[in-house]
């Protein structure tokens, strides 16, 4: 592997493009133990994984790398919450009330905030879950009774195929949504942090106000894929 093209150096020039105020988190899902130690070895601490199962081998085979920030972005199933809860200290993907109620309990049986965001689907997508806007506000007043949960962001991902305009159209939908939610005070949701930007369109959420972008593809992989 020449130096050009190493996961460190790929790192770099991703942490060049945007604002040290954005968090990069790494997608490991389809990396190796030896592309994470790479990555770590290059400065990076975040990483998200979809996965409960896989998460638990890398945890396992990483135990010497103790502050590793570990993220979830994977639709979590309830008979999983527990160990997400153990294992996790972000959740990008909490998708409906009843997941969120469900975290919230078991944090507080395991005594553990863990940070949350909840998952929004601005356009109609059938291949992802997630809030509509609509949907959201009508669940704010319950989610906000949540206790132990630390929810401060909101979750998007873009459905595939749209071109740039309608991937800033997007990102920008997302962030009046939070500003949104945010007139609203309630006590226990303050939306701090938007997740959104992958490999192909961060530059364009960074730009819309995007504070934690989750790149996978761009970091771990040569191949990149191209924006209509
Ligand atoms: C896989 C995945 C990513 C990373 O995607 P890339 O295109 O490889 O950067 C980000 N977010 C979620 C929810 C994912 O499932």
């Known amino acids: 592997m020449n130096d050009s093209n190493s996961i460190a150096q790929r790192l770099a020039t991703i942490r060049e493009e945007i604002p040290p105020t954005v968090k990069l988190v790494a997608i490991s899902k389809g990396a190796t133990i030896e592309q994470m130690r790479e990555a ?15 998460t638990i081998e ?6 010497d790398l103790p502050d590793i920030c570990w993220h979830l972005i994977g639709q979590l199933q309830s008979n999983k919450v527990r160990k997400a809860v153990q294992m996790f200290d972000v959740i990008h993907s909490v998708d ?17 905030s863990p940070q949350a965001f909840l998952q929004v689907k601005m356009l ?6 997630g809030w509509s806007e609509a949907e959201l506000l009508i669940d704010l007043p319950e989610i906000n009774k949540c206790e132990f949960v630390k929810i401060d962001g909101l979750m998007s991902i873009a459905p595939l195929g749209l071109s740039k ?8 939908s997302v962030r009046d949504l939070q500003n949104k939610v945010n007139k609203c005070n309630f006590l226990s949701i303050n939306l701090k942090h938007l997740s ?7 530059q364009l959420a960074v730009a819309a106000g995007s504070s934690i972008i989750r790149v996978g593809s ?3 992989a040569y191949q990149e894929k191209i924006i209509k």
């Open 124 to 129: 109609p997508d059938p291949q992802k879950s």
């Open 218 to 220: 761009k970091i771990f």
């Open 196 to 202: 959104m930007g992958m490999s192909q369109d961060y």
């Open 58 to 63: 890398k945890q396992a085979a990483l135990a």
């Open 96 to 112: 409906s009330l009843k997941l969120c109620q469900q975290i919230d309990r078991i944090a507080g049986e395991l005594g553990k």
């Open 40 to 54: 770590y070895a290059a400065g990076q601490r975040d990483f998200g994984e979809s996965r409960i199962q896989a």
């Open 165 to 172: 305009q309608e991937l800033v159209c997007l990102f920008t």
